[in-house]
């Protein structure tokens, strides 16, 4: 039972380039999101997914879309990687919304030159 | 909209000595829930404990419990026995229990800055 996992560790991305974060996981969740967090701050979220085939925006969601591909996998795209995106990012995943836990993968840390 | 305020970037404790640290919200709902997340170097975000605003019983897991005063918006978490093992940022975390799909608002976590336990032998 690995959890959520996410693909790569880390990552260096020029400015403009494009990529994608893997998320997965293994619990039969409802509910997944993608979070960044920076310096200084605690973690924002950029979207989310409820339920399989529903994807909101979250706080800070400008720069990035996402794809619920199915009940296990949730991915964020990066289309054209400006430095302001330069963080590191994390994916969650709940039973469903309210007060149920967040399970959240290893991050991702992602430098944009 | 809420807002979570930890107002401690740093502490540190002893071995095996109690540490408190602070935690402080704002919102305007009854219903909802507090969370305390710790992130150790590894980055992995560990859910240490969770309570439910309805609930008037501090929410209490092995060495670690709350002090939850609803009325002054306060959730304190103490570490008891501290091991160099707590040592890790700790994130004070919001959530509402009125959960809406569509409006983030009412999904999210809404997360504290932090604060960095160091733990001393």
């Known amino acids: 039972n690995a959890g959520v996992t996410q693909t790569p560790k880390f990552q260096v991305l020029k400015t403009g380039q494009s990529m994608t974060l893997q998320c997965a996981q293994d619990?039969?969740?409802?509910?997944m999101y993608w979070y960044r967090q920076d310096p200084g701050m605690g973690l924002r979220l950029i979207y989310y997914?409820?339920?399989?085939?529903?994807?909101d925006k979250g706080e800070v969601p400008n720069g990035y879309n996402v794809s619920r591909l199915n009940k296990r996998e949730f991915s964020l795209r990066l289309e054209s990687a400006a430095p302001s995106q330069t963080s590191v990012y994390f994916c969650a995943s709940s039973e469903g919304l309210g007060g149920y836990e967040q399970y959240f993968g290893p991050g991702t840390r992602l430098t944009v030159t | 909209a809420q807002t979570v305020t930890q107002s401690q970037p740093e502490m540190s404790v002893q071995e095996a000595e109690t540490v408190t640290l602070s935690c402080t919200y704002d919102?305007?709902?009854?219903?909802?829930?507090l969370f305390w997340y710790k992130q150790p170097p590894s980055r992995q975000m560990i859910l240490v404990i969770r309570?439910?605003?309805?609930?008037?019983q501090n929410a209490t897991e092995n060495r670690f419990s709350v002090n939850f005063q609803k009325a002054a918006k306060s959730f304190s978490l103490k570490i008891s026995d501290s091991q160099l093992g707590d040592a890790a940022m700790y994130f004070c975390a919001y959530r509402s229990a009125r959960a809406v799909q569509g409006s983030y608002n009412t999904d999210k976590l809404i997360f504290g800055t932090g604060t960095r336990l160091q733990v001393f032998p």
């Open positions: 997914s409820a339920s399989e085939g529903t994807t």
């Open positions: 919102t305007s709902e009854s219903d909802y829930y």
């Open positions: 309570q439910e605003a309805y609930k008037q």
């Open positions: 619990m039969n969740h409802n509910s």
